[in-house]
């Protein structure tokens, strides 16, 4: 694929998440999950283009929901789940699958932790009950978007 149809393909795909985010502000419900369906745009650009295009895509389109749609689902696809398509990619192509779990893990926790200190307003006792609870729906989050991306690369993706 040319430079010009990845840089085509990863603008669309920006456009798509600020789309989602976009919508997630007019639509309340499902803040969290709004989030997580606008980095799929971030998965498809990642694997189809590569992980530099995937990560312009994410900057683009987190600067962008930024400006246009500032709010708690922004906040989570800047601080999470915009980036973390291309994190997964590269940690379960370059590590054994322990370690990939715990890298992806340590990600969460670093996300977590900036996201608790700057812009949520959590009890700091309940903090490790918020860390085990967002192990279990991280776990079942990581397999279902696995999921995802394997539909998306048997039956979408160009680059098959």
């Known amino acids: 694929m040319s430079n010009t149809k990845k840089l085509t393909f990863s603008a669309v795909t920006a456009a798509g998440a600020v789309l989602v985010l ?43 929901a930024l400006m246009l749609a500032p709010g708690a689902p922004t906040w989570l696809y800047v601080a999470f789940f915009g980036f973390y398509p291309v994190l997964k990619q590269i940690f379960e192509g370059a590590l054994p699958k322990v370690f990939g779990w715990a890298a992806k893990y340590l990600v969460l926790c670093i996300s977590g932790v900036v996201l608790w200190w700057f812009l949520l307003d959590l009890d700091a006792g309940k903090l490790p009950l918020y860390a085990a609870g967002a192990a279990v729906v991280f776990a079942v989050y990581d397999v279902g978007y696995s999921k995802l991306i394997a539909f998306y690369k048997s039956r979408i993706s160009k680059k098959r």
């Open 22 to 64: 976009l919508a997630a502000r007019v639509i309340p419900t499902g803040e969290f999950a709004m989030a997580a369906v606008a980095s799929l745009f971030v998965a498809a650009a990642a694997i189809d283009c590569g992980a530099v295009w995937g990560l312009a895509a994410y900057a683009v389109s987190g600067g962008l």
